[in-house]
Nanobody, 123 residues
Framework: QVQLVESGGGLVQAGGSLRLSCAAS????????IAWFRQAPGNEREFVAA????????NYADSVKGRFTISRDNAKNTVYLQMNSLKPEDTAVYYC????????????????WGQGTQVTVSS
């Protein structure tokens, strides 16, 4: 079992950057595929990015491709989401999630979740 804690959210102007962190405890992040999801008010939770545990293979939603980068630091047992060129439509609560094996793209595919961190992008 793994516990996940997100941090790094905040308020930023459009065009700015933030780096979210997902710190894991209980098991090493290299044992899991880790994904970032986000949920805006009134919307369903949507996939943002994912990274495999056994390799550095990554995948991104089309809406963030080229602007966001997911990475993993095994020594710190942490996964990051670097978000550049932020847009108001990126405003949401961002969650990290973990599952064994490879990554998938639906929230129901993930077993472990953090509590979320708010990202607000002003225009």
């Amino acid at each position: 079992q793994v516990q996940l804690v997100e941090s790094g959210g905040g308020l930023v102007q459009a065009g700015g950057s933030l780096r979210l962190s997902c710190a894991a405890s209980g098991r090493t992040v290299s044992s899991y595929a880790i994904a970032w999801f986000r949920q805006a008010p009134g919307n369903e939770r949507e996939f943002v990015a994912a990274i495999r545990g056994s390799a550095y293979t990554t995948n991104y939603a089309d809406s963030v491709k080229g602007r966001f980068t997911i990475s993993r630091d095994n020594a710190k047992n942490t996964v990051y989401l670097q978000m550049n060129s932020l847009k108001p439509e990126d405003t949401a609560v961002y969650y990290c999630a973990a599952r064994g094996g490879t990554y998938y793209f639906k929230p129901s595919d993930y077993d472990y979740w953090g509590q979320g961190t708010q990202v607000t992008v002003s225009s």
